[in-house]
């Protein structure tokens, strides 16, 4: 072997490196004196025979006599531009939604050195899916023979405008979860009409009109409302005693429509079963699963209104019937046909096929940090050890701003801020308000925040701000001041109904606060701020809370074992 390489340099030379020969192997029998050679030439290339003969002899003129050798030439030989065309297939194929170039590929004797840029919106993505690993075996897999190394750096390597086309060309894998987002329900007994058979509906899941739906849950402010028209007497008479015994007197103007909507149906319905006007109940309640509540109307009649009497809030009950629009408000109500009481199983949880993490970010792009207040920060950082606490990790520190105080009544986040700190610095930060889908911001909410209405009319929706802000938080510790109690609780909440799974691991720099920083007063942001020598600008905007809260948590850090 070791003079048959240097031959072969040496008949590269001579050739002008036209077949760029190199030693594939040599083979030694050495009891049966035997020995075999193999070379590669290039391929796409025809191998002359006089050239084989001149690569023999050469070979034959360095080696015992005593041998006998038989010189293999093996086409196929893997170029440069080879692997330059196998990796860009390989990046096209199966990975396509990440932006990135090849900067070079170079061979050394059997080992090829393959550099990628990877755009830094794809960067992160790229690591942890470890596609130069991926690349690597892809390549042994084709030549064995070969060892392939592949690297990358992080660059810019998309521009604006091709960011569409990297958007579009991502397909995000959707699995139908509708088989397994179902309630098990048993121990049915009728209350009204018919049996109920077969599994209940999530009730999130019905957000739009359906027919024969089944869904099942707890009964919620029950409400009933009388309806009593008596039969037709003279019009006089009926003037004077124009009474319908309702009990809607202190109802909405929109209850007294239905009711009056109501009567004409019920009027209807007698005239043609020939019947006198009798005395109907409307009962309404609210219905609510593991998943939301949705409001339910069930029209009584002479069979089923006693029956009706024995329905109470907090009972377990599967309804079956339609889900509609209401005529006068607009929601989407339950029209109940079917009750039944049951029973749910305690362990009941409701089943969500979580949302993957997008190799760009679509909506909200982080920015770099360039405040002067962070740059002197990180300065400082630099002239001292990293805390211990900080070293080789990753936090993201993040504010909410909300319609109200209560997600549990329906408030939703309007504003979102956040800042990334890596090994002890501040790098880049997040922000965006949110549209909080109809709901209107409380007014006080609106004074302390000076976020109103207008600001977020035409805001992203919470599903388009938090699929970028799940990448920002990827392998990030998720903090906060005092968001255990608050922030998360809309976070979490609205991340899981747009099927974004925020498991990061969290820490509250309020409780950390009180743990390690005394003579205070109290331990609002503020004066925690003031006391460390923290500036916050702009109190109860979103991120200038979190870059705050941030420089707050830093050097609460150096205090930390």
């Known amino acids: ?9 040496e008949i590269n030379n001579i050739t002008n490196n036209e077949y760029k020969f190199m030693l594939k192997s040599a083979t030694l029998d050495e009891a049966a004196d035997f020995c075999i050679v193999e070379i590669f030439y290039k391929d796409g290339i025809i191998l002359e025979k006089n050239i084989k003969d001149k690569v023999e002899n ?41 932006s990135h170039s090849i900067e070079s590929v170079k061979r050394d004797e059997m080992t090829f050195n393959i550099e990628l840029f990877i755009d830094v919106l794809s960067f992160e993505y790229a690591e942890n899916k470890r596609i130069n690993n991926i690349i690597e075996s892809k390549l042994k897999s084709l030549y064995e023979d070969y060892t392939f190394v592949v690297s990358y750096k992080k660059e810019v390597v998309y521009k604006i405008d091709e960011k569409k086309e990297l958007i579009n060309s991502y397909k995000e894998e959707e699995v139908d979860a509708s088989q397994f987002r179902k309630i098990d329900i048993y121990d049915l007994q009728v209350l009204v009409n018919d049996e109920i058979t077969g599994t209940a509906s999530y009730i999130v899941d019905k957000n739009s009109p359906e027919e024969n739906v089944t869904i099942c849950g707890k009964v919620k402010a029950k409400k009933i409302i009388v309806i009593k028209r008596k039969p037709k007497v ?11 015994d309702e ?43 593991i998943t939301g509540q949705i409001g339910c109307v069930f029209m009584s009649n002479k069979e089923n209104q006693t029956k009706l009497e024995g329905l109470n809030e907090g009972d377990i009950i599967a309804v079956h019937g339609k889900v509609e629009n209401d005529k006068f408000s607009g929601d989407l109500t ?81 504003e979102i801020g956040a800042v990334k700190i890596v090994n002890g610095k501040i790098t880049e930060k997040f922000r965006s308000y949110v549209n909080p889908d109809g709901k209107k911001i409380d007014p006080k909410a609106s004074e302390t925040t000076g976020i109103y209405d207008e600001d977020v009319a035409d ?36 991340a899981k109904k747009c099927r974004w799974n925020f498991d990061n691991e969290t820490e509250d720099v309020f409780k950390l606060a009180q743990k390690y920083v005394s003579g205070v007063k109290n331990y609002k942001l503020g004066t925690i701020a003031s006391s460390l020598g923290v500036l916050l600008e702009n109190a109860h905007s979103a991120i200038y809370d979190a870059m705050a809260t941030a420089e707050i948590f830093i050097k609460i850090a150096e205090n930390i074992e």
């Not at 003279?234 to 319908?244: S, V």
């Open 1 to 9: 072997m070791e003079k048959v390489e240097p031959l072969i340099e």
């Open 58 to 98: 050469r070979i034959l003129e360095l080696v015992p006599s005593s041998f006998t050798y038989k010189i293999v030439f093996v086409k196929n030989f893997i170029s440069e531009e080879r692997i330059l065309s196998d990796v860009k297939n390989i990046m096209e194929n199966e990975y396509a939604s990440i």
């Open 234 to 244: 003279k019009e006089t008479e009926e003037n004077e005693n124009n009474e319908t």
């Open 247 to 289: 009990n809607t007197n202190d109802e909405s103007e929109e209850i007294k429509e239905q009711v009056e909507c109501l009567k004409e149906e019920i009027e209807k319905e007698s005239e043609e079963l020939n019947e006198p006007k009798y005395e109907r109940k409307l009962y309404k309640w609210a219905l609510e699963d």
């Open 334 to 414: 339950f029209k109940v046909h079917d009750i039944s009481y049951c029973k749910i199983p305690e362990d009941t949880k409701e089943y969500i096929i979580y949302r993957k993490e997008k190799p760009f970010y679509e909506f909200v792009e982080p920015e770099p940090v360039v405040m002067y207040e962070q740059n002197s920060l990180m300065n400082f950082l630099d002239e001292r050890v990293i805390p211990k606490y900080l070293k080789d990790k990753t936090f993201v520190c993040y504010d909410l701003e909300t319609t109200g105080l209560h997600f549990e009544r329906g408030d939703r986040m309007v």
């Open 459 to 494: 805001a992203l929706m919470d599903y388009q701000v938090l699929q970028d802000f799940y990448k920002f938080t990827r392998d990030a510790v998720i903090i906060g001041y005092n968001n255990i109690n608050f922030d998360n609780v809309f976070l979490f909440g609205q």
